[in-house]
């Protein structure tokens, strides 16, 4: 078993029974509100998705379906939760960012499926969602910024630099030029984001549920994005 999708298949059976024990969606399901019939239910079969989905990824009889299943699953979601309130509002960057997100959970879920379509379809994925990303840090500068530990000099700068860094990979990704810098780069990107900002809050001992929930959010993304750059890396989807 792969690093990637043990790391994909880990994370994903701990939101599952965080959703379970809370009762309510982990954060990379958000998109919900209170008002949507059924609430509670979708709740739980999310819940079911991400833990059934994660413990198939352990064998590989069940990998394909398993993998399937969460990319069908999180792209299901950005259609039914997340793009409708981003084309009510195109001009709000927040909007395509939420999308942005499920589409990268759905891009590391294709990468871990056997074949090289697959993999393709993954890197087109990233592609695709690191570019709303990206404009969202460039948009939401000096909120991006605020994230930047203190300790770290030129705030604004890392915030532009990374929302660029997304902008210029995102093509690549899609393009097939230089298609393994551009997944690693956002790979490690996310990486960053979870340990220095999500994760430096939790050293600093920040402990109120919005830190925990997006430091489980920025660490989904970052297993799925891994996930894609390990497909990339070993030369699939590349023909």
Known sequence: ???????????????????????????????????????LALVYATAMVSLGGGLGLFWPRTTQAAACLLASAFLVWLLMFKLGP??????????????????????????????SGDARGAQI?????VLPLGLAHLVYLKETAGLV????????????????????AGPALMTRRWIRPAAVLVAL??????????????????????????????????????????ATISGEGRS
């Open 149 to 168: 530990p203190g300790w770290i000099p030129g705030p604004r700068f890392w915030a532009a630099a990374t929302g660029l860094a997304y902008l210029a």
């Open 125 to 129: 994925g990233l592609g695709l969602a």
């Open 189 to 230: 990107q996310m990486t960053g984001f979870t340990l220095l900002v999500w994760g430096w809050r939790l050293v600093e001992g920040v402990r109120f549920p919005t830190v925990w929930g997006e430091a489980a959010d920025s660490l989904a993304l970052t297993v799925a994005a891994w996930a894609v750059a390990a």
């Open 1 to 39: 078993m792969s690093a990637a999708r043990l790391a994909f298949a880990l994370t994903l059976i701990a939101l599952g029974a965080l959703s379970l024990v809370q009762g309510d969606f982990a954060t990379i399901w958000a998109g919900a509100d209170r008002t949507t019939p059924g609430r």
């Open 86 to 115: 981003a084309l009510a509002r195109p001009l709000a960057a927040a909007g395509w960012e939420n999308c942005g997100e499920s589409l990268v959970m759905t891009a590391g879920a294709l990468a871990l499926a056997p074949g």
